[in-house]
C-alpha cells in the first residue's frame, strides 16, 4: 500500500525546498469537460478538453533572508514563473512526484496578534503539470 | 527553518503615525492578473502575467480620539494622495522584511457589536501601484546625530529601480534632517557608498515615497544613513526606512 502521512510530502519551488516551512498543500488537476450532448440524447455527453492545474500552500511565515518569504517573492514577482515540484510522500526513488511551471495568483500574508503568522498563496500551472516518478 | 514569529511582533506604520498598537490582526494579498494565452495546439492551459494589485485589511478596536486611530483613519478616508504606509510581518529591525504600499481606504466600517463588547474598527485598504516585498533600513527608532546605519546585503545587484518609504513618527526640536539610501558593490569597500535616493529635508513628522525608475541598477548592498542634522540641544527623530527592489 502507497498511503503516506502529510508530514512526508516535499514542496519545491524554483528549485528551493520549502517544505520547511508548509503545512498544507493541495494539489488541483482539472480537465475541462465539454458539453457534447445533442438532441435525441438522454443523458449528458462529455467531450475532455484542456488541462488545468493549481496548487495552493499555506506556511508559517519565516522572513528570513532565502526563505518562506523570500521564496514566494520570487514566484510572485517571476515574469515566466516558476518550475514546481511536489512529492506527495516524499523524495525516494520511485515515488511518484507532479511538476509544472506556475505562476503565483495571489498571496496572503495573515497577521494576528495571538497567532503564529501564516504565509499562504495559490500557483496557477500554464502549460500542465506532468507527473513522473523520482530516479 | 527561520525565526517563527507571533502576530504580537507586527509593525504598522500610516504615514508619520505608529498604529500599531490599535490593532490586532493584519492580512496583505498581493495578487497577479493571469491572463489566459492558450491558443490552437495547445493541450494545456497556458498563463501570462498581467498586472499586480494589493490588499490590506487591518482590524483594531475602536478609539475616538483625534489623535488615534478613528481620527486618524478618518482624515485618510477620501483623501486626494495615498498614504505612505510601511507594514512589517516581524518588526523592523534593519534586514527584516516589509511590504511598502502607498495606501488608499477603500472601506471604513466600525462595528457596534452587542452592549456588552468592544467596538471594533476595520479598515479594507488598497495599494495604490502594488505591494512592494522589502526589507528594513532603519528600525522605527530614534536618532540624535548624523549616523550611518547598518548595509544590507542583496546577494547581488537587482536591475529594476526600487522603491523607498520613509516614516518619521516623533520629532522633538528638530531644525532640518536629511536622510538619504545609498548603495555600494562591496559594502563600502572598494566602491564607496553613493547616494541614490535623498528624503525631503525632515523638519517635522513626516513621510515620503521615493522611487528609482524602472531599468535602473541598485548595487548589492544598501544602507540609510542621516547626513545632517541640525536643531536645538535635545533634538530627536524617530523614524523608519524601507527599501524595496523591483
Not at chain 1, 500552500?57 to 510572485?76: H, M, P, Q, R, S
Not at chain 1, 515540484?85 to 497577521?111: C, D, H, Q, S, W
Not at chain 2, 496583505?28 to 485589511?57: E, M, W
Not at chain 2, 512589517?88 to 466600525?110: D, K, M
Request: some cysteine; overall charge negative; glycine content about 12%.
Amino acid at each position: 500500500m502507497g498511503t503516506s502521512l502529510g508530514k512526508n510530502a516535499v514542496v519545491q519551488m524554483n528549485a528551493v525546498a520549502i517544505t520547511t516551512w508548509v503545512n498544507q498543500a493541495d494539489l488541483q488537476r482539472v480537465v475541462d469537460l465539454l458539453d457534447a450532448h445533442t438532441f435525441g440524447d438522454t443523458a449528458k455527453e462529455y467531450a475532455p478538453g484542456l488541462v488545468d492545474g493549481t496548487l495552493g500552500v499555506t506556511c508559517l511565515y519565516d522572513d528570513v533572508a532565502g526563505n518562506i518569504d523570500a521564496a514566494a517573492n520570487t514566484a510572485f514577482t517571476a515574469a515566466a514563473g516558476v518550475v514546481v515540484n511536489i512529492y506527495p510522500v516524499g523524495t525516494a526513488v520511485g515515488k511518484a512526484y507532479y511538476t509544472g511551471t506556475a505562476f503565483m495568483r495571489n498571496e496572503r500574508l495573515g497577521v494576528n496578534v495571538a497567532q503564529l503568522e501564516t504565509l499562504s498563496f495559490d500557483l496557477q500551472f500554464s502549460g500542465g503539470i506532468s507527473r513522473a516518478l523520482v530516479v | 527553518m527561520g525565526k517563527l514569529i507571533g502576530g504580537s511582533s507586527v509593525k504598522i506604520l500610516w504615514g508619520a503615525s505608529d498604529l500599531t498598537s490599535f490593532f490586532s490582526d493584519m492580512s496583505i494579498d498581493r495578487s497577479n492578473d493571469l491572463q489566459d494565452t492558450t491558443r490552437f495546439g495547445d493541450a494545456q492551459h497556458k498563463y501570462g502575467k498581467g498586472i499586480d494589485d494589493g490588499d490590506v485589511v487591518l482590524t483594531g478596536l475602536y478609539d475616538d480620539v483625534a489623535a488615534n486611530l478613528d481620527g486618524i483613519l478618518n482624515t485618510a478616508f477620501g483623501a486626494a494622495a495615498g498614504t505612505v504606509a510601511t507594514l512589517g510581518p516581524a518588526a523592523l529591525t534593519i534586514g527584516n522584511a516589509v511590504r511598502l504600499l502607498s495606501a488608499r481606504e477603500a472601506q471604513y466600517r466600525i462595528e457596534n457589536g452587542s452592549t456588552g463588547t468592544y467596538q471594533k474598527l476595520a479598515a479594507t485598504i488598497k495599494a495604490d501601484g502594488g505591494i512592494d516585498r522589502g526589507v528594513s533600513l532603519h528600525a522605527l527608532a530614534a536618532e540624535t546625530a548624523v549616523v550611518n546605519s547598518a548595509s544590507v546585503d542583496n546577494g547581488a545587484a537587482s536591475t529594476n529601480g526600487a522603491v523607498a518609504h520613509l516614516n518619521a513618527t516623533v520629532a522633538t526640536e528638530v531644525t532640518s534632517v536629511t536622510i538619504k539610501i545609498q548603495e555600494s558593490s562591496d559594502n563600502g569597500g572598494a566602491d564607496a557608498w553613493a547616494d541614490i535616493m535623498t528624503f525631503t529635508a525632515v523638519t517635522g513628522t513626516t513621510s515620503e515615497r521615493l522611487t528609482i525608475a524602472a531599468g535602473t541598477t541598485v548595487e548589492r548592498y544598501v544602507r540609510c544613513i542621516i547626513s545632517a542634522f541640525t536643531g536645538t540641544a535635545g533634538k530627536s527623530l524617530t523614524y523608519a526606512v524601507g527599501f524595496a527592489r523591483r
